[in-house]
């Protein structure tokens, strides 16, 4: 069976000590559901596994058992290149993602030419009670939105955002901090006006000034703006 070739397969690109490593990085994944096997081979994989005419069948077995299974769904998903199977399917993988590295490293490819489409999700997705539904929303506004295709209503919606989740309220801050860069004069209000929460602001600034794609008279005004 399909998914058990695949958990076979996983288990033989372990590597263990990476497990160990790995597992420390991720707190919301249960240690006892990592495999251990490194990005580039989950790639690799991937790419390979998308070819089979039965690949739903993995795709269709949710919850997955382990964190690495998820792993390769996202990377599966971001070869998809039919751009309405492709939301479907983030769509029902998305109430099931639990952690950081999943989420982020979700990035399907055929998003870049269904712009207008995708927006209409992604507004959804920022209403969402899951904390990794609202982070990849905002990761996608973050990776689609803030060059050519970029408006002033995209911060404002995530301006808006007000949580207690630590791994959204990252996101938000990574958000503007690459605004900042890409945007400076049309995000900079943004922070001189305290449209942000005081954590997410400081946050913002911090991840900012750390930047290399941000001026050092940018920087040190930025740092001016810092809030008690």
């Not at 995209?154 to 808006?160: D, L, S």
Request: negative net charge; hydrophobic residues 40%.
């Amino acid at each position: 069976m399909l998914n058990d070739e695949i958990r076979e397969e996983l288990y033989r690109l372990q590597d263990q000590k990476y497990r160990d490593f790995q597992s420390k990085l991720i707190p919301t994944a249960d240690p006892d559901t990592v495999i251990g096997v490194r990005t580039p081979e989950l790639r690799k994989f991937a790419k390979q596994l998308i070819k089979r005419e039965d690949i739903a069948v993995f795709l269709n077995d949710l919850p997955h058992r382990t964190f690495d299974e998820n792993q390769l769904h996202a990377f599966l998903l971001s070869e998809s290149k039919d751009y309405e199977t492709c939301i479907a399917e983030v769509e029902r993988f998305l109430p099931f993602v639990d952690n950081w590295a999943t989420c982020d490293q979700m990035s399907p490819k055929v998003f870049r030419k269904h712009k207008a489409e995708l927006l209409e999700h992604i507004r959804e997705w920022l209403h969402s009670e899951k904390t990794y539904i609202v982070r990849f929303g905002v990761g996608m506004l973050m990776e689609h939105y803030l060059d050519e295709a970029f408006d002033c209503s995209y911060p404002e919606m995530v301006a808006e955002l007000r949580s207690d989740e630590y791994y959204i309220n990252m996101m938000i801050a990574w958000y503007f901090a690459t605004a900042l860069a890409k945007q400076y004069e049309s995000i900079l209000p943004f922070l001189e006006q305290h449209q942000l929460a005081v954590w997410t602001h400081n946050k913002t600034i911090q991840k900012a000034v750390e930047s290399y794609r941000i001026t050092s008279e940018q920087k040190e005004y930025l740092k001016s703006l810092k809030r008690k």
